[in-house]
């Protein structure tokens, strides 16, 4: 293996934790902009848990269309595309190899 390739699961690893920034990133904006959303809306009279509902009831407005926004637009971006003959032949490699006969030892190697 090449000193710079990436394994895998450090791929999948990296992807997780770039998700985890993304969701971390529109949780805070989402809770910044209701903030700023119910602040401009309510009087100074208005009871601070009244406040408080108001904001959590925004920001999980504001959450929901981030997700939908996610599933819709980024989802389709990030997804390789694959030819099909080409994903069924991996399919049927990964299908032999899970089906492999393992050792003893516990260590996922092939048994010789």
Same mark, same amino acid.
């Given at each position: 293996?090449?000193?710079?390739?990436?394994?895998?699961?450090?791929?999948? &690893?990296?992807?997780?934790? =770039? #998700? +985890?920034?993304?969701?971390?990133? /529109?949780?805070?904006?989402?809770?910044?902009?209701?903030?700023?959303?119910?602040?401009?809306?309510?009087?100074?009279?208005?009871?601070?848990?009244?406040?408080?509902?108001?904001?959590?009831?925004?920001?999980?407005?504001? &959450?929901?269309?981030?997700? =939908? #926004? +996610?599933?819709?637009?980024?989802? /389709?971006?990030?997804?390789?595309?694959?030819?099909?003959?080409?994903?069924?032949?991996?399919?049927?490699?990964?299908?032999?190899?899970?089906?492999?006969?393992?050792?003893?030892?516990?260590?996922?190697?092939?048994?010789?």
């Amino acid at each position: 293996m090449e000193k710079n390739t990436y394994s895998k699961i450090d791929a999948e &690893l990296m992807r997780d934790a =770039q #998700y +985890r920034k993304e969701l971390s990133i /529109s949780f805070f904006n989402a809770t910044n902009s209701a903030i700023a959303l119910v602040t401009s809306s309510v009087t100074k009279a208005t009871p601070m848990e009244k406040k408080m509902q108001l904001i959590d009831q925004v920001r999980e407005q504001f &959450l929901d269309k981030y997700k =939908q #926004y +996610r599933v819709d637009i980024l989802d /389709s971006i990030t997804k390789p595309a694959v030819d099909p003959s080409i994903q069924e032949g991996l399919d049927r490699a990964k299908a032999i190899y899970e089906n492999l006969p393992r050792n003893s030892t516990g260590n996922g190697g092939v048994a010789h």
